[in-house]
């Protein structure tokens, strides 16, 4: 028999209770991360194009504090929640992978940034990027949860 005939058989047979469960918590996983994506993604959008047109004008890329401010609370909001709401359908080996992940991030930033502060202080580097630091510490985060994924 073919693994596509015992597939194929599979589909014929009633799921068990772990399945329904574990279809659930993907459905119900994937629901929260398309959540954080539009709360995410939306504010994003307004404030690249706001960007993208002042620079097309030549005026300032300025934002309101009233823009800064909702943005901040939103972050926070959105993160906070999404983590904690996250916490709930994902089990220990998935948690075990992000505190690695985190874990390798943190030590990321711990390193380039106070070398590059002092180096910067000693006037042989430019002074620190702090939105560059922001994407390195993403970038090592997404990778190092990639490794540990697939390792």
Not at 20 to 37: G, N
Not at 65 to 83: H, I, Q, R
Not at 92 to 109: I, T
Request: glycine content about 10%.
């Amino acid at each position: 028999m073919t693994a596509s005939g015992a597939r194929a058989m599979r589909d014929n047979m009633p799921r068990g209770e772990g399945e329904r469960r574990d279809s659930a918590r993907r459905r119900k996983r994937w629901l929260i991360l398309a959540a954080i994506a539009v709360f995410g993604g939306v504010p994003a959008y307004y404030v690249g194009f706001q960007d993208g047109a002042a620079m097309a004008q030549g005026r300032p890329l300025t934002w309101s504090p009233t823009l800064a401010a909702v943005l901040a609370g939103l972050y926070l909001v959105v993160m906070v929640g999404g983590s904690l709401l996250m916490h709930s359908v994902t089990d220990e080996l998935e948690r075990q992978r992000g505190y690695k992940a985190a874990s390798f991030a943190g030590l990321v930033l711990m390193l380039v940034y106070p070398t590059w502060f002092l180096l910067w202080r000693g006037g042989f580097v430019p002074e620190p990027v702090h939105w560059m630091l922001f994407v390195l510490f993403w970038l090592s985060l997404a990778l190092a949860a990639l490794y540990y994924r697939f390792r």
